[in-house]
């Protein structure tokens, strides 16, 4: 039978299968019986994949008869909740049913999933199936931070994912901020045009070096494409016919500047009465009037006409600098701000028909350390205890989980779920969070949590954390470390049926090195290296900053551990990378994506590595001129190559993001490449210089960053 995610909760297999086409031709019926939008579009889905797996397309009219129908008392799935759903399958046809509307999609795609193509033969195994999920809320957060220019499509397919791994709820970060990074100005995202706030926009740029194109990618300024053509409302529409709730995330007080920028009198005030442009004055009535009024054009507009009753207002990470230090806010404890701050935004959306408000634990937890029934009575005092989910988060190292306080991860309040990572950094690509969700799904199942939504950005090239993670929240899993290494031989045995031993060895050789939270011990994270870490404003550097120097001067405080773990590093990706891009791979999208993941890491070690062998090495005349120019142009062709692969496996709208940081370091090794040849031309000797190698006037520098 075949591999496929969620793994269904109970099946009996009989050996048999039974063939019910041939490809292109048709053998079988499909029918439904009801009528549900839910139930229609179950239907959509077998006709759409009966065309892509064997090229059967309408009418289905063979004798093999495949009936979807909603039977809420069948004994079978009897008291697992109104996702659950049976599938018989026997030499005369299938039958589909379930427990509401919403559990026929997933026996869609269930049924899909066990077709198999036998040279003509199209055929389905002999079995039985009850399946039913572990958690009732199973999902992803999308954060705005890289998905500026998903088309309509695209979200469309966002939730078509999801869906097929029977996760029903994609939070939409709609407003957040974040500090300065790219073109000398703080990240804001915004994503609903609000008719009220006509100002509220923070349109963005894409620029890159494009391989593909060979020459430079320049767009102008643009809104987010969710933002211009206003269609937060249909993805939240076509997600209920799927059974994905699409609902917002509106931040607030933290991750929160272009709000107070716009209108400084809502702004936290510094101790001269001067707007700081950050966070929010809650002693102010004119912030809750603005505040209420936007979130009513998304209620209004976007929620209700769609029957959903979900909102999450963030409140995480809130820094000194947003709190309002006014003469009526700074006579309060910050503590008392906060939780009244919190019960008046709850108090509102209740009045307002929301039936479920997310909030995050971290200021509760790590800040005033209060998560406990003593909060959970000013919830209830205050009405709004019924409607509060407790949004507990967690992305750090493994030896660090909840930093060291998850003794004191409680039930205290009834809602509540646990947050994982699933994928965030487009450049590490094809990730393996797997331990750090695994993790986390064990604590919500002791605790009897609603479930997991992970924090995350969509790109297919993440198939492997969503994949784990429906795992995760549908099928009972093995202990904390067991399921991961479970999870990726099933995964390699789907994705790699003729050799799957090497790939699963291939990959194990490398996967504990794409995430900090895969190994005990402590080298250094990949992201200590990237370029993205250095891309923020940070006190007392120079902005934009010169990473590479950064970076050398980094491997030149400790070589030991810093050069010796990229060489670690660049070994294993090497190894795993003769595997996946030769021609015992099984060719996939699935191993486009590793390749592309592998060969960034292994490029990209090399290039620190060989950019530090030229930094200790030319002022020494160890390496000549003649030398450093061929591994400067062999860097280039690497970066241009793993640049080109990026182009041709990631996801169009938002690949620029990914592009843009590997532009910043091809411009970093042409400006070397003409330092060197500088040198030759002068009949010097060049010593490689990191602090002096960058142009900063250069207008391309100023271009990039």
Known sequence: MNKFFPTPREITDSGKYVKIATLAGCGFSVKAKGESDILESALEYLTVSFNEKCAILPPFEGKFKITLEIKPRDSRYAGKGAEAYAISITEKGASLVSATDKGSYYAAVTLINLLELRGNGVYLPVCEIVDYPKFTKRGVLVESRYNDFMTLEDWKSAVDDFATLKLNKMEVAVYG???????????????IPFKSAPDFNDPKTRKYYSPKRGGWVNIPEAQPEIYSKDFFGEVISYGKKKNVEVFPLFNSLGHNTLLPTIYPEISAKDENGAPTNSGLCTSEEKTYETIFTLYDEIIDRYLLPNGITSFAVGLDEVTDSAFCKCPLCRAREKQDIFIDHAIRLLKYLKARGMKEVYVYNDMFLYIFDNLDEKLAKRFKDAGVYDIIVMDWWNYGARDDFFRGLAHKINKCFEKSIIRPMSGYWHWQGWSDNTLNISECAKKAEELGFDGMISYSTYEPCLDYNYAFLSESCWADIPGVEEAPIAFAEKYFEKNYPDNTKDALDSWMHIRHRLHPYNYKEKPPANSEFAQYGFSYKKAGLDYPRNHIAEIMAKLDSNPERYVGYLTELNARAT??????????????????????????????????????????????????????????????????????RIENSRLESIRHQTLRMMTVNLEYLWELLCKVEEAIAAGEQFVYDPEATLDRTAPVFKFLR
């Open 177 to 191: 901020c974040w500090s300065m990074q790219y073109d000398g100005k703080p990240t804001w995202q915004q994503y």
């Open 575 to 644: 190894k795993a990378y003769e595997f996946f891009s030769s021609d015992k791979a099984t060719p996939s999208h699935v191993n486009e994506n590793v390749i592309t993941t592998v060969a960034e890491q292994m490029s990209y070690s090399e290039e620190m590595l060989t950019l530090y062998r030229i930094y200790k090495d030319s002022p020494t005349g160890k390496l000549q001129n003649g030398e450093i120019l061929e591994l400067v142009k062999k860097l280039i062709r690497a970066r241009k190559a793993q640049m080109l």
